[in-house]
T-cell receptor, first 113, second 114 residues
């Protein structure tokens, strides 16, 4: 069965630190990849997505992610985090021909001011 | 434009009862997906509707059902409620199948079964 792994369940960083959240999926075919964010008390919002083309995708609020097909990975990065980035981050995948999103367990990110 | 609207926001039901949740997608979006979110299981896909047809279904028992109307509004029904059905139920809409432009989520309906 297809699955998505987010390696870190909790990450604590200081402001201005660099961020990388890992996401690996298990599927050998064509995939569509997403990162969503859920700020405290708010609904899920799309950060960025990859369907094809340049494997380095840029999203909102300075986030980017790189699709590395050989590693089945889609890691999320931000060079300098802010306190307002405190949120839960979810990686999700759907596969060609399948309409459901498979979700990672989420990573709770806390930024210390 | 208005976002995805889910009603009600909160619901408390007793074991054995049934419940109906409603989702109004963004205007023009024809795809509506439903997800269950719990602390233990995370986000789990329930089903997706596109143009009134169920396109895919997750691994949930038959007590969970849904439908989509001609105006793309969707309802999900859970019959014979169990304590384990307590969760946040999220609806997401997209203009295309597979969320090619990404999904827009509603704020969810928090269901508590007592």
């Amino acid at each position: 069965a297809q699955s998505v792994s987010q390696h870190n369940h909790h990450v604590i960083l200081s402001e201005a630190a660099s961020l990388e959240l890992g996401c690996n999926y298990s599927y050998g075919g064509t995939v569509n990849l997403f990162w969503y964010v859920q700020y405290p008390g708010q609904h899920l919002q799309l950060l960025l997505k990859y369907f094809s083309g340049d494997p380095l995708v840029k999203g909102i609020k300075g986030f980017e992610a790189e699709f590395i097909k050989s590693k089945f990975s889609f890691n999320l990065r931000k060079p300098s985090v802010q306190w307002s980035d405190t949120a839960e981050y979810f990686c999700a995948v759907n596969t060609g021909g399948n309409y459901q999103l498979i979700w990672g367990a989420g990573t709770k990110l806390i930024i210390k001011p | 434009k208005a976002g995805v609207t889910q009603t009600p926001r909160y619901l408390i039901k007793t074991r054995g009862q049934q419940v109906t949740l409603s989702c109004s997608p963004i205007s023009g979006h024809r795809s509506v997906s439903w997800y269950q979110q719990t602390p233990g299981q995370g986000l789990q896909f329930l089903f997706e509707y596109f143009s009134e047809t169920q396109r895919n279904k997750g691994n949930f028992p038959g007590r969970f059902s849904g439908r989509q109307f001609s105006n793309s509004r969707s309802e999900m029904n859970v019959s014979t409620l169990e304590l384990g059905d307590s969760a946040l139920y999220l609806c997401a809409s997209s203009s295309t199948l597979q969320g090619a432009r990404g999904y827009t989520f509603g704020s969810g309906t928090r269901l508590t079964v007592v």
